[in-house]
């Protein structure tokens, strides 16, 4: 039975599970690592030829602009953040999730990422069994550490492992060996963190099928709740695009890419994880990451620290991805008016409106990507004629009246959504 193609605009007004549906959640970004791996383009400053002093200094300097940066932007409410005549309430909803991610946000003292954990309970209204996830570099790894961070309710460890293949690691400039991770993960488990997801990449050149084997066999042996797989992408502004770009590294091949992804299908699921969005998998449900699918809900979130982005209501904003400016358009704001942080936020490098049809588009693009695809509610609405075509090709298809792609759509989601789109 297909979808009803709706006509009206509850799929926006009124979504079942997307939109504000989904939830309420905080991202904060520390964009610190100690090496700056070279597949690598996120908002992150190499800190590790820093004097270990300049670096506390710095680490500092951090913490406190991001929770100013946090204040001025919880204190200025929802309406000053939503796009112009937008239905929102004036107080903040519940936040449902809490996600401290980077770079490397565990290369804080454990001290400091308490107290910007703390500094989320103080400024916002959050949920009792709210989801807190942190992301960890296994060679960050202490008892300090995750003592601190299961006192502050810190219910999920996200570490960073990408391969168990010795030389996979080096290519990958990794600074951990293939053991450090499942000594981090015990010290974790010991420490009291409920739930341990571990982030995996798949296809870097040398890395051959029996490589991928023993590195998912490892992962599952490792007890985890939840695994991430990553195809290797070549980012062309990073040493890896720029090596590709020279000939002198090898770039992904598509097909092993595909077979490798196949690979952990198979193993993972024999290994009782629900494959449940393009890249990850979960032992049951309730191990999902309730924070990445309220971004694959199109959901609303906070974002702060550098590079973060934010949306509410159809509108994102998102701040810049130096440090550098980053700090000083915080302290500034300090400075200047320090007891008005309802003035709103200060370190926005840019935001935009969605239209419409960009919001149909995101909805589709997002909720697409989780195995239960969409409500039939939330559905946006849909060109007949291009429905039937994109189910005859095979890329999507209905269950229970829900929209949600097949397995081969999954690769193919752009296509599938372009055709699907009035
Ligand atoms: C932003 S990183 C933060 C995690 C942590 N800093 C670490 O590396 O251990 C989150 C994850 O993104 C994935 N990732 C980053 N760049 C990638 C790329 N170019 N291709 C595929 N996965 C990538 C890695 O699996 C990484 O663990
Ligand atoms: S440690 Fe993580 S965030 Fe930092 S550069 Fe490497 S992959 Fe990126």
Known sequence: MPPSVRTDDAWLTDPVESGPAAGFGVYLHVPFCHHRCGYCDFATAAVGDQAPDDADALFERYTAALIADLRRQAAAGPRAHAPAGADIAPSWPRVTSVFLGGGTPTLLPPPRLARILRAVRDELDVLDDVEITVECNPETASEELFATLAA?????????VQSFAPHVLATLERGHTADTPLGAAELARAAGIPAISLDLIYGTPGESEADWRDTLERAIAAGVEHLSAYALTIHANTPFGRRVGQGSLPSPDDDVQADRFDLARELLRGAGFEHY?????ALGSAHRSRHNLLYWRHGDYLGVGVGAHAHLAGRRWWSTRSTERYLEAVEAAEVERPTTPADGPTPISGSEVLDDTERAEE??????????????????????LALEEVMDLGLVETSCGRLRCTDRGWFLLDSAVDRLLV
Do not use: I, K, W
């Open 277 to 281: 969005e393009v890249s990850n998998f």
């Open 152 to 160: 502050e309710g810190v219910t999920r460890l996200s570490m960073g």
């Open 363 to 384: 909805r589709l693009l997002l909720g697409l990507r989780v195995r239960e695809g969409l409500h039939p509610a939330d559905v946006p609405p849909l060109e007949p």
